[in-house]
C-alpha cells in the first residue's frame, strides 16, 4: 500500500456529519463503542498502581535533599514544654540550592507552609501527602507558601531547570 491508496480530501457529507452537533445516536454509538472496548481490552486492575510506581522509579533519579528540622518554639524563653509545637521550621540542602520551609498550625487539623529558595529560581514546588497533591510556584524572590495542608506526612518534591530534588517525608 502507498499513500495513493488513501483518500486525501474528506466529502462534504463527512465533513457535516464531523461538524454537526452530537445527536441521540451518536450517543447510543459511543455507548455501544465504550461496551466493546471494555469487554475486549479492559483496563488492567492494578493500572493505577503500576503508574504510580513507573512515577516512584522517575523520582529515584531525582536528587535527595538533606534536611534539617528545628522546633522554633524551642527558642522561646518561656516556653511551656506541655505545649505541643505550633511552628517549625525545615531546612532543605542541596548542590542546586537551599530551600527554608517554615510550618505553621493554623487550626486543628489545618497547616501553612511558607518556604524560601536561595539563590531565589523559579521552581514548582509539589507537596506529596496521602489525601493528594498540591502544586505552587516560588516567586521571583524564591517565596511561596502552601496553605490549607491537612496534618500527616509530607514531600516535597522541587522541580527546576536542572531536574528534581525529592526531600525526606516530614510530618505537619
Known sequence: ???????????????????????????????ELDLLLRQADPMP????????????????????????????????????????????SLTFKTDAFTAMVTVTRTGDDAFRLDGWVAPPVPLRVVVRMQEGVREVESDD??????????GGFAQLVFHHDGGAVVTPMFEL
Open 1 to 31: 500500500m502507498t499513500d495513493d491508496d488513501f483518500p486525501t480530501g474528506v466529502s462534504a457529507d463527512v465533513e457535516a456529519l464531523a461538524t454537526a452537533a452530537m445527536d441521540r445516536e451518536d450517543e447510543a454509538l459511543l455507548r
Open 45 to 88: 486492575a492494578d493500572l493505577v498502581d503500576r503508574v504510580q510506581f513507573a512515577l516512584a522509579l522517575d523520582e529515584l533519579h531525582a536528587e535527595v535533599a538533606e534536611m534539617t528540622r528545628l522546633s522554633l518554639d524551642a527558642l522561646a524563653v518561656r516556653a511551656d514544654p506541655t505545649v505541643e509545637a505550633a511552628t517549625t
Open 141 to 150: 524572590s524564591g517565596r511561596f507558601v502552601v496553605d490549607g495542608l491537612p
